[in-house]
């Protein structure tokens, strides 16, 4: 038993273990999720069955009574008028077919080279050829009559012709359908049986009347079919209010064609194994995990090795399949139209929001691709419209955070997402025959209040996924950056030195995260309380002295370096008090990395006289930055305090400066643990000169007024009034000249206080 724990623990420490064994979880878990909305109440019947037991409904609906509509639009088909097309040549056509007959007839009555037996067979021929006839030509006409048509005389054939076409220009003289053919039949056999013929020739007449005649109106099939169509357009579905607990099929009575329609539409009649409707949601599910993965692979790597993220996405798609199953769980039995529409009732939108804020909006984008089709197929089964309302809500929610700043941000997004749910609904109800205008309003109303508890369910939220997964959204971040954030307040009210070097450096740490592809908000952050450990001590940091005595003066070095050395972890301790994210605490942490302090390093040098010094002493007990975002701020705050300390900050005079100090950094080990390459080493050091060179631009000195009005007693036009409206008040010179007093200790050996 030992030795099996032993290797159960050692495979869960295994990285590609656990990712194993998140994957089969969520698998496991989403396919019995979705399947859980099948299998429960399917029940397996048959027309004509003996219902074992009282069948009710689980909810309220509003159903489609399909027997009843189907019967309705049969109805509809069979009271459309049929279009008719008139053939005006039928009649010619008739007379030309009874002609060609007799031209054959006559051909071989005239041929001499046949006998009559002959002849008689070729007669029989003819016949079967030209007449549509549906008995054998021994069974319609008698050798007797053949032999009387093949003897007769030149003038009685020729009568017979006549009397032939007649009778057919008779008949045919008024409209004939397929359906008056019968009529035209007997009416011509009525004609016949006034001629004064032989007997023989009248049941010759006959016959070849009843084969001549065709209708003259033919079926226009096409324009017949299009007034069906629209006849049965026009007939609304019957619908059926079903209540919960309404009692489908009693016990003991035959299950009807009508009752199983009812179960089929309830989702309550099994169609087919239980195991096959499994079969197909685990597929499905895993399709979509195949997908996901092979996306994140190619455009997201970081993402998929990052455990706890990937925990997340796992874990916000889950939870917002329960809210999917809880909300379609909900029974409103005395309204079957609020029970027909209750899924758009689904926040599918707080999960797209919260994904794109915690991780990213591409990945939010996707999620909401996934999410929508699990939460239609638990909504509605097979129904597409909760599937889009889902889709659109989760996208518009992906767009309502892309540039969030606050969290009343996601409210608004909340309103955006309810607003957009309408207009959907809306469309989806006009599009959709079996809409009325109480299921549109329950609709709206629910799509509608599905933007609002998205946006409040992820407010909630946010705050404790931050806290367990370590994770710092935007949200957050901006909060931090704000001026009155208290911690801020403080260190603007008890070290104003500090405070407006770290603002400073702010400026200088975003514009270098910008060009190097890191996280430019976070860098601001980090930059604003890197230096907040100072608090504890500010009087003996040389940007808060403001002129006043140097404490450092009246101390050895190694205790003035362990006073340095101190304000990171102080700064942590105070971040931490204030409830920062560990990620600025990590950069107030590495901020100075193990750098040492050379200012007091080689002071000590100065006055020891047993060379008894250790250079380990005078060096911060700080990790190294680990971050690109952790080194842009030790960088921005060494290059800040010694650009301040130059008295004439030429261009290039800091582009020397800034070159060596980053190049002092490398040499120092201190950039070895993050990930930058040497190319943006470059590009921080070109953002860097960019801002600093804007702060410390050359500036025209303004005479004072008793100079002034000296040059105006002389007649020197200097162009005053245009010069005062135009240049800005010098109040902010000394800042931007590098006065010391607004430097940061432990940036170079150009300021006194050293790191």
């Known amino acids: 038993m030992g030795i099996l724990w032993q290797t159960l623990v050692s495979a869960v420490r295994s990285t590609a273990t656990r990712r194993i064994l998140l994957g089969a979880a969520f698998f496991l878990f ?3 999720l979705l399947f859980a909305n099948h299998d429960s109440e399917e029940i397996d019947l048959k027309a004509g069955q003996i219902c074992p037991f009282d069948i009710t409904a689980p909810r309220g609906a509003v159903l489609i009574d399909e027997l009843r509509t189907a019967e309705l639009k049969q109805q509809a088909a069979a009271s459309v008028q049929k279009v008719y097309q008139e053939d005006e040549e039928a009649a010619q056509d008739a007379q030309k077919a009874a002609q060609q007959l007799y031209q054959r007839i006559n051909e071989l009555r005239i041929n001499q080279e046949f006998d009559e037996s002959v002849k008689l067979t ?7 050829s030209e007449l549509i006839l549906y008995q054998k030509v021994d069974e319609v006409v008698t050798d007797r009559l053949l032999l009387t048509i093949l003897r ?10 006549g009397e032939t076409n007649r009778l057919i220009e008779v008949v045919m003289a008024r409209p004939l359908k397929e359906e008056d053919l019968a009529e035209a039949r007997e009416q011509a056999d009525i004609e016949v049986r006034r001629l004064n013929l032989k007997d023989d020739y009248k049941k010759w007449l006959t016959i070849i009347l009843q084969n001549s005649l065709r209708p003259s109106l033919v079926l226009n099939q096409e324009a017949t079919d299009r007034l069906i169509e629209e006849a049965q357009s026009k007939v609304l579905p019957v619908q059926m209010n079903i209540k919960q607990g309404q009692i489908i099929v009693r016990k003991g009575d035959p ?44 455009y997201h790597y970081e993402v998929l090795k990052n455990e706890p993220l990937m925990i997340l996405l796992c874990l916000l798609v889950f939870i917002t399949l329960l809210a999917a199953r809880a909300v379609s769980a909900i029974n409103i039995s005395d309204r079957p139209e609020a029970a027909s529409t209750i899924g758009y009732l689904i926040p599918m939108a707080a999960g797209s929001m919260l994904i794109s804020i915690l991780v990213d909006c591409r990945i939010g984008v996707l999620g909401t691709i996934i999410m929508s089709i699990f939460v239609g197929i638990i909504a509605g089964g097979q129904d597409i419209s909760f599937v889009v309302v889902a889709l659109i809500s989760g996208l518009v929610g992906v767009y309502s955070v892309s540039k969030v700043n606050q969290g009343w941000d996601l409210a608004k997004g909340g309103i955006l997402v309810g607003g957009v749910n309408v207009l959907v609904v809306v469309a989806l109800s006009l599009m959709a025959y079996e809409s009325t205008v109480i299921s549109v309003l329950w609709g709206a109303f629910y799509g509608l209040l599905n933007g609002l508890l998205s946006g409040i369910v992820a407010i909630g939220i946010l705050p404790y996924l931050e806290t367990i997964f370590g994770i710092t959204s935007t949200i957050r971040l901006l909060e931090l950056v704000n001026p009155n954030h208290p911690l801020l307040k403080r260190l603007l009210l008890e070290a104003p030195g500090t405070y407006h070097h770290s603002i400073v450096v702010g ?108 250079e380990s002493t005078y060096r911060y007990d700080a990790p190294k930055p680990q971050t690109k975002e952790a080194a842009l701020v030790m960088l921005a705050d060494s290059i800040e305090a010694a650009v301040r300390s130059l008295q004439k900050p030429t261009p290039g005079r800091i582009e020397g400066l800034v070159r060596r100090i980053v190049k002092e950094r490398l040499n120092d080990g201190q950039l070895e643990e993050c990930d930058l390459t040497f190319k943006d080493v470059n590009l921080i050091t070109e953002a860097f000169l960019r801002i600093l060179n804007g ?4 500036r025209s000195e303004y005479p004072d007024a008793k100079e002034l009005e000296r040059r105006r007693g002389k007649g020197v036009s200097t162009g005053s009034e245009s010069a005062k409206s135009a240049a800005p008040a010098p109040r902010f010179a000394a800042s931007a000249g590098g006065d010391g007093g607004l430097g940061s200790p432990g940036a170079s050996g150009a300021s006194q206080n050293g790191g």
Request: hydrophobic share 45%.
């Open 507 to 614: 400026n200088l740490a975003e514009a270098a995260a910008e060009a190097v592809g890191a996280q430019p908000l976070l860098v601001r952050v980090g930059a604003y309380y890197h230096d907040v450990g100072k608090l504890k001590r500010p009087y003996f940091f040389i940007e808060n002295q403001l002129g006043s005595e140097n404490p450092h003066d009246k101390i050895a070095p190694s205790l003035s370096s362990l006073i340095i050395t101190s304000h990171p972890k102080d700064g942590v301790e105070l971040a931490q008090q204030y409830r920062l994210p560990q990620v600025v605490c990590d950069i107030i942490s590495q901020h100075h990395g193990n750098s040492l302090v050379s200012y007091f390093y080689q002071k000590a040098r100065e006055q020891d006289q047993y060379d008894s010094v250790q």
């Open 122 to 128: 070729k007669f029989k021929e003819i016949l079967q």
């Open 695 to 698: 702060m410390h631009h050359n």
């Open 152 to 161: 007769a005389d030149e003038s009685a054939f020729n009568h017979l012709i």
């Open 30 to 32: 989403t396919t019995l």
């Open 255 to 298: 299950v009807t064609a009508e009752d199983l329609e009812i179960l089929r539409q309830l989702g309550l009649l099994r169609l087919k194994s239980a195991w096959i409707t499994l079969g197909g949601l685990a597929l499905l599910v895993l399709l979509v995990m195949a997908v996901c993965l092979i996306f994140l692979r190619q």
